[in-house]
Nanobody, 119 residues
Framework: QVQLVESGGGLVQAGGSLRLSCQVS????????MGWFRQAPGKEREFVTS????????LYAGSVKGRFTISRDSAQNTVSLQINNLKPEDTAVYYC????????????WGQGTQVTISS
């Protein structure tokens, strides 16, 4: 059974940095795409970034490009999200997700980690 567990959220001042981690387990993830999404208060969940587990190919939402960096460590079975120059509008619950090969949607989700940015 695939499990995704996020950590690293917290309260940070604007301009600061944060590193979120997602521990993945339950199967081999070759061919999977791992993603980060976020949901701000009163808004729908939105795509932030993704990375191919095998290829390392990354994709970013335009709103975070240049400040967010996704990476994966296949030895540690983790997916990380480095966030720099945090802004109040980055306040949200951040979710880690996994999409299997040949599927069009992210089927597996973590429980989320809260990120709050103070101005």
């Amino acid at each position: 059974q695939v499990q995704l567990v996020e950590s690293g959220g917290g309260l940070v001042q604007a301009g600061g940095s944060l590193r979120l981690s997602c521990q993945v387990s339950g199967r081999a993830f070759n061919g999977y795409v791992m993603g980060w999404f976020r949901q701000a208060p009163g808004k729908e969940r939105e795509f932030v970034t993704s990375i191919g587990w095998s290829t390392g190919i990354t994709l970013y939402a335009g709103s975070v490009k240049g400040r967010f960096t996704i990476s994966r460590d296949s030895a540690q079975n983790t997916v990380s999200l480095q966030i720099n120059n945090l802004k109040p509008e980055d306040t949200a619950v951040y979710y880690c997700a996994a999409r299997g090969p040949g599927t069009g949607s992210f089927r597996y989700w973590g429980q989320g980690t809260q990120v709050t940015i103070s101005s």
